[in-house]
């Protein structure tokens, strides 16, 4: 018998011991203070020392691209990467991001001999796509309204112009803004 307590007060120290050590972690979890969330922290220190741009701060307005063989108007807020040219065809190559809502700004300028459009393998692949593109005067428009393609052929050079994003709309009217001002030389 006094074994058999003896046992029966060894488990009931274990269940206090591992009850009492679930409590203590409870409550040393409960007082952990709040980890600083990103609103919360200083951007300067994020940034390394960099000033943070305010979302507040967005270019308005519009911008002005004129290159060696191209210009053409874009909104104030879209960003310039820089894109390497492929080969010694490609003259000159612009991509622009808009980040919200997302759109890209990509026209290119490459060596092409003077011929129809039907020569280049970009027209020609959407010309064969008829239920993907729809085409009016060389401008390419996808059935989804999400691109919008126009190729120029003159002076030996192939200029390409495309606008395309994820709201439709909004790439038909950053289309017009840039199309309506592109002017090739």
Same mark, same amino acid.
């Given at each position: 018998?006094?074994?058999?307590?003896?046992?029966s @007060?060894? @488990?009931?120290?274990?269940?206090?011991?591992?009850l009492?050590?679930?409590?203590?972690?409870?409550?040393?979890?409960?007082? @952990?203070?709040?980890t600083p969330?990103?609103?919360?922290?200083?951007?300067?220190?994020?940034?390394?020392?960099?000033?943070?741009?305010?979302?507040?701060?967005?270019?308005?307005?519009?911008?002005?691209?004129?290159?060696?063989?191209?210009?053409?108007?874009?909104?104030?807020?879209?960003?310039?990467?820089?894109?390497?040219k492929?080969?010694?065809?490609?003259?000159?190559?612009?991509?622009?991001?808009?980040?919200?809502?997302?759109?890209?700004?990509?026209?290119?300028?490459?060596?092409?001999?003077?011929?129809?459009?039907?020569?280049?393998?970009?027209?020609?692949?959407?010309?064969?796509?008829?239920?993907?593109?729809?085409?009016e005067?060389?401008?390419?428009?996808?059935?989804?309204?999400?691109? @919008?393609?126009?190729?120029?052929?003159?002076?030996?050079?192939?200029?390409?112009?495309?606008?395309?994003?994820?709201?439709?709309?909004?790439v038909?009217?950053?289309?017009?803004?840039?199309?309506?001002?592109?002017?090739?030389?």
């Amino acid at each position: 018998m006094i074994f058999g307590g003896h046992y029966s @007060i060894i @488990i009931l120290m274990k269940r206090v011991f591992v009850l009492g050590l679930g409590i203590g972690l409870f409550i040393a979890y409960v007082n @952990i203070p709040d980890t600083p969330r990103s609103k919360d922290v200083d951007l300067r220190q994020v940034l390394g020392g960099r000033a943070a741009r305010s979302p507040t701060a967005v270019p308005t307005g519009e911008n002005r691209y004129l290159g060696q063989y191209m210009s053409f108007t874009y909104p104030a807020r879209a960003r310039m990467h820089p894109v390497e040219k492929g080969n010694e065809a490609m003259l000159e190559v612009v991509d622009l991001e808009i980040d919200i809502p997302r759109l890209s700004i990509t026209a290119a300028v490459s060596k092409a001999s003077e011929g129809l459009l039907d020569e280049i393998p970009g027209v020609r692949l959407r010309r064969q796509q008829t239920s993907t593109y729809s085409e009016e005067k060389g401008v390419f428009t996808k059935s989804d309204g999400r691109e @919008i393609t126009a190729f120029r052929l003159g002076q030996g050079r192939l200029y390409t112009l495309s606008v395309s994003g994820n709201d439709k709309l909004k790439v038909a009217d950053l289309w017009i803004t840039v199309f309506t001002t592109w002017t090739t030389f």
